[in-house]
């Protein structure tokens, strides 16, 4: 009791048990809002590392791979010109059929089309905005903290109702794309918007049943959330980031130097069967 106001302080209030329910069920309802924010941050900023690894890995060392292809098959035909033997003759046969495969689906649209439609980078095309590939697997340091800080402030589980969560579904699915493209300047232009717009009416204490229920939607969240994450790490793209957590960039760096290698190799056989 304090001497001055006679009034009960939070924490003794707290201690003497005069505190209602509902109070500690909804700290407790904001503290799993938070943890599921930050974790939901984790997991989007990884898949961004896994897309972007998976694009620059296949613009930067698609061409290594095929010329990789392309040699092996030479190499294949030059052994079996001068052997003859029908062995060799299939062999070269199938290293060709490697070098010039059926175009599927993604070759066919140019990666026009991804799992939820018309990609952005198709959508940027028709509606002349610049392309902007990822330049890095990882965005900078001040990118990701702005992406980190935006998401904390307008993320969706923070909506009191549904016109609320659609108004940050849409701005948050502007600031995931930026965030993709490694975009800085509008990651700084979204966060002056979201200063600009309607501030969120801070929510009345619920009652213990709509509380109860929020408590369990976030539970299923997570686990929902959790299923993705492990999906990311067991990728093949996963697994080659788990090698290099510190410099994703460098590792793609230290692929294209052995594939140079290889293909120095490759070449070098080749020649030799030029030699009489």
Aim: aromatic share 4%; no cysteine.
């Amino acid at each position: 009791m304090s001497e001055q106001s006679g009034q009960t302080a939070p924490e003794e209030q707290a201690a003497s048990g005069d505190e209602r329910p509902e109070a500690r069920l909804e700290r407790a309802v904001r503290a799993a809002e938070q943890a599921l924010i930050e974790f939901e941050i984790a997991v989007e900023t990884f898949r961004v590392e896994v897309e972007n690894f998976s694009r620059l890995h296949h613009q930067k060392l698609g061409p290594m791979y095929a010329r990789l292809d392309e040699l092996d098959a030479l190499i294949a035909e030059a052994k079996a010109a001068r052997s003859g033997d029908p062995e060799d003759l299939r062999r070269a046969r199938e290293a060709r059929s490697l070098v010039m495969p059926m175009p599927g689906v993604d070759e066919l649209f140019h990666d026009w089309l991804g799992s939820d439609g018309i990609s952005d980078d198709a959508a940027a095309m028709l509606t002349d905005r610049p392309v902007r590939p990822p330049e890095r697997v990882r965005p900078s340091e001040e990118v990701r903290r702005l992406y980190r800080e935006l998401v904390r402030r307008a993320h969706p589980d923070l909506a009191q109702d549904e016109t609320e969560r659609a108004r940050r579904d849409a701005f948050i699915a502007r600031v995931n794309a930026a965030y993709g493209r490694g975009e800085e300047q509008l990651l700084r232009e979204l966060a002056e918007e979201w200063d600009a717009g309607p501030v969120p009416q801070a929510a009345a204490p619920g009652e213990s049943e709509e509380l109860y229920a929020r408590l369990e939607w976030l539970s299923q969240r997570k686990e929902l959330l959790s299923m993705v994450a492990k999906e990311l790490e067991d990728s093949a793209i996963g697994a080659m980031l788990r090698m290099a957590p510190d410099d994703p960039d460098r590792l793609l760096e230290e692929i294209a130097e052995q594939l140079l290698a290889q293909v120095s190799e490759r070449e070098a056989e080749l020649a030799s069967f030029a030699t009489p």
